[in-house]
């Protein structure tokens, strides 16, 4: 998360330079929330975080939240999208059968208008359903919400880093299993360190 917060905002915000006016709104939002996100992350990442940090951090969540609504489309399920695809099957199956029973009163311009405006109007349905259903409730957004109180009450949580068992796992594990037969290998790496 470190080196990607180094650059996802810069590439973000290039990416998204040259917006038109419709999608103005949409990518200030969205590099406003990658923002507030890599932000947080990297005052999270501080040694020794004061009150003023903490007050930070608490703004990039709160920040994040306001904002996150504008990727909600891109955390559809597979069992969303099929019930969204449903969804869509069945409207354009009533709107077939109305459209049908007027088909004899309109004339070929009236149709690809209403065909048109069917679309337009499924299509918002779909829309609505995702935003609806999608959220970003998981553990890994959700703890962010209490990082700070947790330093307020338990001081700074770098004692609390999964480095450490990952450099214990590459030193004793991985090299033990290297210079093990690799049969028993397990018995041989816990003799290897006293065990």
Known sequence: MHNL????????????RNPDSSQYHDLKSALKCVSALVDFSLMAQYCSPTSYTLVYMEWYVQTFHQTKHIFLE?????????????QD?????????????EAYHNTAAKGRLQVDQERLERGNQRADLIR???????????YRSHFASHVRHFGSLS?????????????????GYRRSNKNEAGRQILSQYGC
Not at 136 to 141: A, D, P, Q
């Open 159 to 175: 004692m609390y880093s999964t480095e450490i068992g990952e450099l214990v796992h590459k030193e004793q594990i991985k090299d």
């Open 132 to 142: 609806r259903e999608n959220y970003f409730n998981f553990i890994k957004m959700h």
């Open 74 to 86: 891109f955390r559809t399920s597979k069992t969303m999208c099929a019930e969204a695809n449903c």
């Open 5 to 16: 917060g180094h650059c996802i905002s810069a590439v973000l915000a290039f990416a998204l």
């Open 89 to 101: 099957r069945d409207l354009r199956e009533l709107m077939a059968n109305h459209h049908a029973n």
